[in-house]
């Protein structure tokens, strides 16, 4: 395991992820600078997130920034959009008086054009082309890299981390990790440990050896997207071999770190518009909270809603929603939140689900059954997409979720059904 292995707090995080520019209902686009309610106005649904099951809150960006929040412009002052620092010392005080964690987004690859150092310096600290001109991100022209390889970055990132960890919270979801050499990461991180022993640390990765830049970051955690296209995707085109697949390679990222599992964040279209029969939603929803991970939930996915990413501006507005005042006023999804609850609770009393591996039982392209184990406990879990029941031969083992009939051979599950069952104690070959 890596220098930096996650804290022991961890292994009970579920988080929340809000995109407060969204969530508060200020202006992403930084034209009008139409400031919203502050980050301490998220207070108020902090008992929500208690209610729902979870313990934890991913903040997307809130530092100071020309428009959407990824291009910051000082890492060292809160969104004058969002509020204050005193704002954001108040929420995570109050989050903490609940045992709730906190994590802030930091991005600490690209900046924006307008961002300058906070502290003067021989040039800038921006890499640049040999012609002088400075290098945008993935072609976003407000969007310019930062030079990791200049000593002064590292030292900026290094304080700009510790400061925030200073006012309590807990650690750091590094967006596009990915873009960052992973020496940067392993520069950086081991000097805010030093300060900051109990801190975490998740990268943002797409498509990479997972495992590999894990260890050479010195990271704790990266994002298992992943599991997240095998997820959405497989149910959508009734094929859970290519979810097999999938989790065949999270068993082997489980050995060696913990990963950060979701099936929606503020980038992509949400869950229950991904797929588009509804009855196989809470599939989806099964999957995230029985397998091994650090579970996120995206704000909105535990109230149904539908939204579609596009690729034009402001095509993220959608999936980046305002929630009102009071949690007492969303009324919507009932339904939807009472089955996270469910599942969220079933998970709170298997912990051991954290680090729990799968292997399956049944695959076709439309049903599915695993095994989901670790030395504490067993669950069975079966997914039904087809028209035909799904006939499970599972014994010594008692119905916890779904629904299920049991048979003379088994138990049956319902077409387009799902079920959870737990062993029973001293039942383990």
Excluded at 62 to 82: C, K, M, N, P, V
Excluded at 228 to 240: L, T
Aim: aromatic letters at 10%; glycine letters at 8%; hydrophobic letters at 40%.
């Amino acid at each position: 395991m890596h220098e930096g292995s996650s804290p022991a707090w961890v292994d009970n995080a579920i988080w929340w992820h809000v995109y407060p520019l969204g969530f508060l209902g200020a202006d992403p686009t930084g034209v009008i600078r139409k400031p919203g309610r502050t980050v301490a106005a998220i207070e108020p649904w902090l008992d929500y997130v208690l209610d729902l099951g979870l313990n934890g809150i991913v903040l997307a960006p809130i530092f100071e920034s020309e428009t959407h929040g990824y291009d910051t412009t000082d890492y060292f002052q809160i969104d004058t959009r969002l509020g204050t620092e005193a704002d954001l010392v108040s929420l995570v005080a109050a989050a903490r008086g609940r045992g709730i964690r906190v994590l802030l987004d930091g991005v600490f690859n690209h900046v924006g054009r307008s961002f300058r150092s906070p502290a003067p310096t021989d040039g800038d600290l921006l890499e640049r082309t040999s012609t002088g001109e400075v290098v945008t991100f993935e072609g976003h022209e407000g969007l310019v890299v930062l030079n990791h390889d200049d000593e002064r970055v590292a030292d900026l990132v290094v304080e700009a981390m510790a400061y925030w960890l200073d006012r309590g919270i807990d650690g750091w979801r590094l967006d596009a990790a990915y873009a960052v050499p992973p020496a940067f990461w392993a520069r950086v991180l081991p000097r805010v440990r030093e300060r900051h022993p109990d801190a975490y640390f998740m990268g943002e990765y797409l498509q990479a050896d997972y495992t590999e830049v894990v260890r050479e970051g010195r990271l704790d955690s990266a994002t298992q997207y992943e599991l997240w296209q095998a997820i959405w995707h497989s149910i959508e085109d009734e094929n859970f071999f290519e979810l097999d697949w999938a989790l065949t390679r999270h068993n082997g990222f489980l050995e060696t770190f913990v990963p950060y599992t979701f099936i929606g964040n503020h980038d992509v279209t949400r869950i229950a518009s991904q797929i588009t029969d509804a009855r196989h939603h809470p599939h989806a929803l099964v999957l995230l909270l029985v397998l091994g991970g650090t579970p996120s939930i995206y704000y909105g996915d535990e109230r149904g809603l539908r939204a579609v990413k596009e690729t034009r501006w402001g095509g993220d507005d959608e999936i980046r929603p305002v929630y009102p005042d009071d949690p007492a006023d969303f009324a919507a999804g009932g339904e939807t939140f009472r089955l996270h609850q469910e599942l969220i609770g079933l998970r709170r009393r298997n912990p051991w689900l954290v680090r729990a591996t799968t292997s399956a039982v049944i695959c076709t392209n439309t049903q599915y059954v695993i095994e989901v184990v670790a030395d504490e406990g067993r669950l069975f879990v079966a997914l039904n997409l087809s028209d035909e029941a799904l006939p499970a031969r599972i014994a010594q083992a008692d119905l916890v979720a779904g629904h299920a009939t049991e048979t003379a051979g088994g138990w049956q599950v319902a077409s387009h059904g799902w079920a959870v069952w737990q062993e029973t104690p001293g039942e383990r070959d």
